[in-house]
């Protein structure tokens, strides 16, 4: 059975930096394509980043320069390293597996709660 | 890119059918098969419902369709049920390795 379980979320003061991170069961992290994507308090989802099996990485412009996604094979987990955080970056974060052949997001986990604020 | 555009609220009976529409550009939604639907219960994680346009995932009763036409794209939830009571966002790829999302829409069941 597929499971994604993202930690690491908190309370961080901006212009801090956090680390996510996804624990993946059932498949293997770095054979798929996997992303990240965020929601708000009360608003919309926002696609984040994505990373594909063959290490190639990609951002919203909203995180270019400040977001790194990577992943640890031998600890199948896809992280999140988010620096000069700031308010605006409040949100839930979930980690969520892309099929190789379109863009539906088929899996995701639970999500893990950023709060940036001082 | 903008959000593609949803209307924030629709409602229909059970048993009625509603129609979700996500209006986006010829650089997202026209110009890509792969408009895909998510469905999203209160504090719970999205769940996929359609993609690439009208494909259902395993698991995701046929009541559930999606087309498109031009920019826009839609979602129609036919034989209303209580638990269809959510959040809909649509998303679509728009290039360069861009997803983008809609605003959602929150269909209540009257």
């Known amino acids: 059975e597929v499971q994604l379980v993202e930690t690491g979320g908190g309370l961080i003061q901006p212009g801090g930096s956090l680390r996510l991170s996804c624990a993946a069961s059932?498949?293997?992290?770095?054979?798929?394509?996997m992303t990240w994507v965020r929601q708000a308090p009360g608003k919309g989802l926002e696609w984040v980043s994505i990373?594909?099996?063959?290490?190639?990485?990609y951002y919203a412009d909203s995180v270019k320069g400040r977001f790194t996604i990577s992943r640890d094979i031998s600890k199948n987990t896809l992280y999140l390293q988010m620096n000069s955080l700031r308010a605006e970056d409040t949100a839930v974060y979930y980690c969520?597996?892309?099929?190789?052949?379109?863009w539906g997001l088929g899996y995701w986990g639970q999500g893990t709660l950023v709060t940036v604020s001082s | 890119q903008s959000a593609l555009t949803q209307p924030p609220s629709a409602s229909g009976s059970p048993g009625q059918s509603v129609t979700i529409s996500c209006t986006g550009t010829?650089?997202?939604?026209?110009?890509?098969?792969?408009v895909s639907w998510y469905q999203q219960h209160p504090g719970k994680a999205p769940k996929l419902m359609i993609y690439?346009?009208?494909k259902r995932p395993s698991g995701v009763p046929d009541r559930f369709s999606g087309s498109k036409s031009g920019n826009t794209a839609s979602l129609t939830v036919s034989g209303l049920q209580a638990e269809d009571e959510a959040a809909y966002y649509c998303?679509?790829?728009?290039?360069?390795?861009?997803?983008?999302f809609g605003g959602g829409t929150k269909l209540t069941v009257l």
């Open positions: 969520a597996r892309r099929a190789p052949s379109n």
């Open positions: 059932g498949f293997t992290v770095s054979s798929n394509y």
């Open positions: 998303s679509s790829y728009a290039g360069s390795n861009n997803l983008i």
């Open positions: 990373i594909y099996s063959s290490g190639s990485t």
């Open positions: 690439e346009v009208n």
């Open positions: 010829s650089s997202d939604v026209g110009g890509y098969n792969y």
